[in-house]
């Protein structure tokens, strides 16, 4: 599987921005997409995610309410609508195929079958 991210760029505080990731190859198997980040520095978190199956989405508690994930399964591409930027919201984006929310003990992680190249999106006045 591939996954093709684009859509980043530099952007002023209180602008938007729309990302999205296509995936090809063997996608049959993708029940899941997802959008991910690392700023510089920091350790890559989670920002959101989309079952394919039903429509339910997922949120990171620093972009809920001012990003929207949302996919077209027959083009197998997923979208990241990003409202309200903030200068820390930098950071490279990453887009993942079936990410899996597991919780152990309190502490959450996520396991990811595929990842994409990050597209880098840069909030700054």
């Known amino acids: 599987v591939q996954l093709q991210a684009c859509g980043g760029g530099l952007v002023r505080p209180g602008d938007s921005l729309t990302l999205s990731c296509e995936t090809s190859?063997?996608?049959?198997?993708?029940?899941?997409m997802g959008w991910f980040r690392q700023a510089p520095g920091k350790e890559r978190k989670f920002v959101a995610l989309?079952?394919?199956?039903?429509?339910?989405?997922l949120y990171g508690d620093s972009v809920q309410g001012r990003f929207t994930i949302s996919g077209d399964k027959a083009r197998n591409t997923v979208y990241l609508q990003m409202d309200n930027l903030k200068p820390g919201d930098t950071a490279v984006y990453y887009c993942?195929?079936?990410?899996?929310?597991?919780?152990?003990?309190?502490?959450?992680?996520?396991?990811?079958?595929?990842w994409g190249k990050g597209t880098l999106v840069t909030v700054s006045s």
């Open positions: 190859g063997r996608t049959s198997d993708t029940y899941a």
């Open positions: 989309i079952n394919w199956s039903g429509g339910s989405t």
């Open positions: 993942a195929v079936n990410p899996t929310r597991i919780v152990t003990v309190g502490i959450i992680t996520y396991e990811v079958d595929y």
